[in-house]
C-alpha cells in the first residue's frame, strides 16, 4: 500500500523556521516527482515546491522562493521541506504528494497522484 506521511509542523513566531517530512511507504520516492503543496482556509491548494524525478531538479512558488528549501534522502526514503524566515501568511495545512509521469516535476495538484494526510504549520505571535 502507498503512503505518504507528513510531519514537523507546528506552531513558530514570525521568522522562525520549521522542516516538514514527507515520508514513504510501500514505494521508492526517488522513482516519483514529490510536490509540496499548502492550504489555507478558504483558500485554493497552491504549489510551493517540487523536485523532479529525472535530475532533482526543483521549483519554488514566487512566494516562498529564498526561504525555503526542498530536498531528497533516499536512504530514508524521505523528502524533506526546510521552511525559514515564516511569515503569518504562511500558515495553512501542508501536504506532500507524489507522481510518477512527468519527467520535470509541476506545481499543479492535479497532476499528482497520491497524498498525505497533511500537517498544520502556523506562524503566529
Known amino acids: 500500500q502507498l503512503q505518504l506521511v507528513e510531519s514537523g509542523g507546528g506552531l513558530v513566531q514570525p521568522g522562525g523556521s520549521l522542516r516538514l517530512s514527507c515520508a514513504a511507504s510501500?514505494?521508492?520516492?526517488?522513482?516519483?516527482?514529490i510536490g509540496w503543496f499548502r492550504q489555507a482556509p478558504g483558500k485554493e491548494r497552491e504549489g510551493v515546491s517540487c523536485i523532479s524525478s529525472s535530475d532533482d531538479s526543483t521549483y519554488y512558488a514566487d512566494s516562498v522562493k529564498g526561504r525555503f528549501t526542498i530536498s531528497r534522502d533516499n536512504a530514508k526514503n524521505t523528502v524533506y521541506l526546510q521552511m525559514t524566515s515564516l511569515k503569518p501568511e504562511d500558515t495553512a495545512v501542508y501536504y506532500c504528494?507524489?507522481?510518477?509521469?512527468?519527467?520535470?516535476?509541476?506545481?499543479?495538484?492535479?497532476?499528482?497522484?497520491?497524498w498525505g494526510q497533511g500537517t498544520q504549520v502556523t506562524v503566529s505571535s
Open positions: 510501500g514505494f521508492t520516492l526517488d522513482y516519483y516527482a
Open positions: 504528494a507524489a507522481e510518477d509521469i512527468q519527467a520535470v516535476c509541476v506545481m499543479t495538484p492535479n497532476e499528482y497522484d497520491y
